[in-house]
């Protein structure tokens, strides 16, 4: 088993890069389902990443967007349905790469999932990068409630936690200092949120840039302050390659079984 204090130090040269699945394996499953996540742990991903955010009946569920069109045959805010009216929809197959724009996958028979149910069919094995959705600066209880989950499931060793909004990661950080945490970021974000002003009070274990944000000046103070780096999402192998030749912890991705294969070690 995987443990997470040590893979949110620095890693060593020829550490092995850990390959996490992009909302379980995004480019050859629905995203963000259980078939997404069982096959990350088929293929014997190191973990996964995935997605969540509140529905109208209170229960933490695994979803990207904040609407349902584009993903699902529902449509509206997520927010605005309860998990009996969510677990009445089916989300989409995945997009192939040639597709053109504008075109919509068809459905599966897949539907969205509650985070229980993930932690569930995940094992006890693999890692969970839990990202907290959500632009609003206001309260909505979701960083509470995904802890008590994730409490509640004994999962508490193998979850860090992520955001982009670095009001949800100050909520965390105020729950608990042991929660580990990493500050998700890249070049198109406010500054505030790009050159990470709320660092000093969220202080993250792990930096999260986007791959082409990665540079020496990042990876040089990510050593300095003993951060581990754990980068998205990456889907080609010369991007993979110049992420751990660049000394990275972690590479997300939306092709685990590829990304896999190819053997990588951080700063080899």
Same mark, same amino acid.
């Given at each position: 088993?995987? *443990? ?15 390959? +996490?699945? #992009? ?15 069982? &096959? ?18 209170? !229960?933490?569920?695994?979803? *990207? ?7 699902? /045959? ?55 990068? =839990? ?11 979701? !960083?509470?409630?995904?802890? !008590? =989950?994730?409490? #509640? #499931? #004994? ?5 860090? &936690? ?9 909520? +965390?950080?105020?729950?608990? %200092? ?7 970021? &890249?070049?198109?974000?406010?500054? %505030?949120?790009? /050159?990470? %002003?709320?660092?000093? =009070?969220?202080?993250?274990?792990? +930096?999260?840039?986007?791959?082409? /944000? ?14 581990? =780096? ?6 080609? !192998? ?16 939306? &092709? ?5 294969? +190819? ?6």
């Amino acid at each position: 088993m995987l *443990h997470l204090p040590e893979l949110l130090r620095a890693p060593l040269t020829g550490d092995p890069v850990l390959i +996490l699945g #992009h909302r379980g394996a995004r480019g050859v499953r629905p995203e963000n389902t259980l078939a997404a996540f069982r &096959y990350a742990r088929e293929v014997r991903a190191h973990g996964v990443e995935l997605d969540v955010r509140l529905c109208r009946s209170g !229960e933490v569920v695994v979803f *990207h967007d904040d609407e349902l069109d584009q993903l699902t /045959d529902g449509c509206g805010p997520v927010i605005e349905k309860t998990l009996a009216e969510l677990k009445r929809l089916r989300v989409r197959q995945p997009k192939p790469k040639d597709a053109p724009k504008g075109f919509a996958p068809p459905l599966s028979d897949e539907t969205i999932p509650t985070l229980e149910e993930v932690i569930d069919a995940l094992g006890p094995d693999l890692l969970i990068d =839990v990202e907290l959705k959500g632009r609003d600066s206001k309260p909505d209880g979701l !960083e509470k409630k995904t802890v !008590e =989950v994730v409490r #509640h #499931h #004994h999962a508490t060793k193998r979850v860090f &936690y992520t955001s982009f909004n670095p009001v949800r990661l100050i909520r +965390l950080r105020n729950l608990s %200092w042991t929660l580990p945490l990493g500050m998700l970021f &890249y070049h198109d974000n406010p500054r %505030w949120i790009r /050159d990470r %002003w709320t660092e000093p =009070v969220v202080q993250p274990e792990a +930096l999260a840039p986007f791959f082409e /944000d990665i540079d020496g000046k990042l990876m040089s103070e990510a050593r300095r302050k003993d951060h581990s =780096v754990w980068t998205w999402t990456v889907n080609r !192998e010369e991007d993979a390659r110049r992420a751990a030749r660049a000394g990275v912890r972690s590479i997300i991705t939306d &092709y685990p079984a590829e990304m896999l294969a +190819l053997g990588l070690k951080s700063g080899v």
